[in-house]
């Protein structure tokens, strides 16, 4: 604190500074009266030389006097007088004033005006040279030219001056008192406010006396502070570190184990340990850290936690469910010569239950014990416990991740196992549909694989392909398994079955993919396919692919009424319908992946008793059991070899129904069917245009009449039979089978 005496000091020092800045403005102001009044004399001095050049200019003495001065001039503002110190006129002699200037200039040749103030103050005296004309040395012959001859006293009344002067003198004496006021008032005010500054540099001091004390317990308190954001900053980034290695873990064993880890990186945790209870037994999972080997026993019941002072927090845990601070807690460890209590001394220790639903029975423990002096404070055990809930959460998502790959791996096999189901219901009902669909996804595999589609994509457009033609399922066996041409209705019933195929796979969620590709695989490029007219872009590429694959195995697979065409063949009618029906990209594809493709032996004859019997119902006749006429013609079309064919006509057939009744018309065919049988077991037999037989064998064939004809049906000999006979050597024969039967 500043003393009086130190305050009476300044405070003098001040005003010493003070007066000698008063004494320096007030010098300021006098020099500045100096001045003016230098101006004023300047002033009258300017006036004088301005009467004296005017003088010498008007040489009054040529106008006037013829020369020569008589007497000065005497007014109001001025007057004046030659004088000589030699004078021609002894009235004219210099005295007083008048000859001291004329000698001041004569020995000062340089110096034209000399000039003072009057003992009195009340005139200007003014004395200017005269030097001798040439004109001159006439009258003044004492004088040669050019030699000073004399002067001119000019003498200013200092009425005018005498008031400037009093005015400058007042206005300076008003400034002096104006200085001086403002100095005195301004010294107080200095004085007052630094009395005031020092009483409160006083007061200021004795509060930074308290201050002072108040930042020190701040600076302590700010200083835990620190200390314990960087306890908690280390822990945070020890749990930043934890989720991380959480997110990249993927085994049960490995989550527990990388978090202990991860934790006994804080240096305040000296131990964790994790356990599981299973609602009698804790069992120790896993020991983390400096101390485990306090922990020796691996599996406790409760009563053994209840008993051992170091599971304290872990039974209380168990029992309350809830996390449990155990503070103070101390640890005994085991005889170590190497080891020293007081060098793992904990403060505090606390556990947690990982408990993923409150109605388990059993759960996991997860425990830490700390040499912090603090322990656990309240910020820590709510961080600690957002940890554990993380590690609940891994566990919990590891083993739903477990649960859903199961789930997912079940799924894919019922997947699979469907879509054979399904392919095996084809093959039951249509074993040649079923050889298509299997061929389409082979042919569909090699066109994606070229054209660069993800493998992914490539095994979807497969199993589109084998489930194509799912929709046959609702097709009525009259016309799916129908061998020959489909009619006009007949084809506009069978193209439902892309719809129908649809609306039965987009329902169910794992076929809805496979159902948005082969929806399309009836559909043209061009726009003109079924049953939507899509076209271009508007079809998925994926099904383009179908489109071109089904085409392909069409054209290259035998069909009762139509032969199949070679690989070539194919791929040229593929490439005569490019932007047609089929996609460019995928035609480019079909040039360069199916050239190769080695086509399999397809036949839609019967392989099996149940297709024979299924055949029968297209071509077998109702009332003979012989083929019909529409078989005939297939067969026709497809011999490739030498065949022998005999046609037995009845002639007045018609008449023989008329008399005998339609009845014994209908036993008189199934007699001569049966006869035929057993004369040509290993030949076709077929009935044709009602009332006539075909009999076709690799072997040659001759129908003998006599053996056939029936009296007992037909006594009056009604019917008349005849038997013509021909070859065949290929399909091109049929227009010659046509003349005889129709000639």
């Not at 040529?62 to 009235?91: A, C, M, Q, R, T």
């Not at 360069?592 to 029968?616: G, K």
């Not at 290929?730 to 000639?743: E, P, S, Y």
Request: proline fraction near 2%; glycine fraction near 4%.
């Amino acid at each position: 604190m500043f003393k009086t005496k130190e305050r009476i000091v300044f405070i003098a020092l001040t005003v010493c500074i003070s007066i000698v800045g008063l004494v320096i403005v007030l010098g300021i102001l006098d020099n500045a009266k100096k001045v003016q009044i230098r101006q004023t004399q300047e002033l009258l001095l300017q006036e004088a030389t301005a009467h004296y050049g005017t003088i010498k200019e008007l040489e009054i003495w040529h106008n006037k006097f013829g020369g020569v001065f008589k007497e000065g001039v005497n007014n109001n503002d001025y007057h004046f007088n030659i004088y000589s110190l030699n004078p021609k006129n002894e009235s004219n002699r210099a005295t007083g004033f008048a000859k001291d200037a004329l000698m001041y200039l004569k020995t000062h040749p340089k110096e034209s005006l000399y000039h003072r103030f009057s003992p009195d103050n009340e005139r200007f005296d003014v004395v200017g040279v005269l030097y001798t004309q040439a004109r001159c040395v006439a009258c003044h012959t004492n004088f040669t030219a050019g030699e000073m001859r004399g002067g001119i006293e000019i003498t200013l009344p200092l009425n005018h001056y005498q008031n400037s002067l009093h005015t400058i003198q007042n206005q300076f004496r008003l400034f002096y008192a104006m200085v001086i006021g403002v100095y005195v008032l301004g010294l107080g005010l200095l004085i007052y406010f630094i009395h005031n500054i020092f009483k409160n540099k006083e007061h200021i001091e004795e509060l930074n006396g308290s201050l002072e004390k108040k930042v020190l317990e701040r600076t302590r308190e700010v200083q835990m502070l620190y200390s314990r954001e960087h306890y908690l900053k280390r822990l945070l980034e020890t749990i930043t570190e934890l989720n991380e290695s959480l997110i990249s873990t993927y085994s049960l064993g490995s989550i527990i184990e990388t978090s202990l880890e991860t934790l006994k990186h804080h240096p305040s945790y000296k131990l964790i340990l994790f356990g599981h209870f299973d609602g009698e037994i804790f069992h120790q999972r896993y020991i983390s850290g400096d101390i485990y080997g306090i922990f020796t026993k691996e599996h406790s019941n409760l009563k053994e936690l209840a008993n051992n002072a170091d599971y304290t927090a872990i039974y209380n845990a168990i029992a309350d469910k809830h996390w449990y601070l155990q503070t103070p807690c101390t640890v005994t460890l085991p005889h170590r010569e190497r080891h020293r209590q007081e060098d793992y001394d904990l403060s505090a220790a606390i556990a947690f239950p990982l408990i993923e639903n409150e109605e388990q029975k059993g759960f996991d423990v997860l425990a830490f014990w700390s040499n912090r002096d603090e322990g656990f404070d309240q910020e820590e055990i709510n961080i600690l416990d957002t940890v554990v809930h993380d590690i609940t959460m891994a566990l919990s998502a590891y083993k739903q991740r477990k649960m859903t790959e199961r789930l997912q791996k079940e799924q894919i096999t019922n997947y699979e196992e469907t879509i054979l189901a399904f392919v095996d219901m084809i093959e039951q009902r249509d074993a040649y549909t079923a050889g298509h669909t299997l061929r389409v996804a082979k042919y569909s595999r090699r066109l994606a694989e070229y054209m660069g589609i993800e493998e992914s994509m490539i095994h979807k457009i497969e199993k589109a392909a084998i489930l194509h033609d799912i929709g046959k399922i609702a097709t009525p066996d009259t016309i799916l398994l129908k061998p020959g041409r489909l009619n006009a209705l007949e084809y506009e019933l069978i193209k439902n079955h892309v719809t129908a195929g649809y609306k039965m796979l987009s329902k169910v969620k794992m076929y809805a993919e496979l159902a948005e590709i082969m929806k399309f695989h009836h559909e043209h490029y061009d726009g003109k396919g079924y049953p939507y007219g899509f076209k271009e872009d508007e079809i998925p590429i994926e099904s383009h692919i179908l489109i071109v694959a089904d085409a392909f195995d069409a054209m290259t697979t035998n069909r009762i009424y139509k032969g199949r065409l070679s690989a070539q063949d194919a791929l040229n009618e593929i490439n005569r319908q490019n932007t047609k029906q089929f996609h460019p990209r995928v035609v480019e594809a079909a040039n360069n992946a199916l050239v190769d493709v080695v086509i399999s032996q397809t036949t839609q004859m019967p392989q099996s008793d149940l297709e024979r019997q299924r055949f029968s119902y297209f071509f077998n006749d109702n009332l003979t059991g012989l083929y019909n006429e529409a078989y005939l013609e297939l067969m026709l079309h497809q011999i490739t070899s030498k065949t022998y064919l005999s046609v037995l006509r009845l002639h007045n057939f018609t008449t023989y129904n008329k008399q005998m009744s339609w009845n014994k018309g209908n036993e008189l065919l199934i007699r001569i069917a049966n006869l035929l049988k057993e004369q040509f077991s290993d030949a076709k037999i077929f009935r044709f245009e009602g009332d006539d037989f075909v009999v076709l064998s690799e072997k040659e064939v001759f129908c003998d009449v006599e053996i056939l004809r029936i009296d007992e049906l037909d006594p009056q000999q009604i019917v008349v039979m005849k038997s013509e006979n021909m070859t065949f050597s290929n399909g091109d024969d049929f227009q010659k089978f046509d003349a005889l039967i129709r000639g």
